[in-house]
């Protein structure tokens, strides 16, 4: 192929392949360095990123320190410690698990930090 030869794409359009290297080169590369792999330390709300576990004490003592609402929802404990309500809902339902707080109603789903029976 000469360097003025035309390459045909999926579509049918013709394009220099001379312009395609440039445009390839032209594109910076991505840098694979460890800081750059790094996760952020912050959320895109600005609140500090949680260590692994550390969202389940932070709810915790939410639930410790509000003990006289009685039963609370995720939304609720969420808004209270600023965090999402989709991440306190998952970490509730895992402590209602290792019965560290009760499910006390499933619909809307509730909670209380009296521990079921047997556990």
Partial sequence: ?????????RSGAKRSTKKA?????ATPKKS????AKKAPSKNPNGTKRLRPGELDGMVV????E?????KVSPGTVATGINRSSGAVAN??????KEKRIR???????QYDLKVAAGG
């Fill in 91 to 96: 970490c509730m339902g895992r402590l209602a």
């Fill in 32 to 35: 694979t360095s460890k800081a």
């Fill in 103 to 109: 499910l006390a109603t499933k619909k809307p789903k």
């Fill in 1 to 9: 192929m000469s360097a003025n030869s035309k390459k045909t794409t």
């Fill in 61 to 64: 003592k939410w639930m410790e």
């Fill in 66 to 70: 509000n003990e006289d609402r009685g």
């Fill in 21 to 25: 290297a440039a445009r390839k080169a």
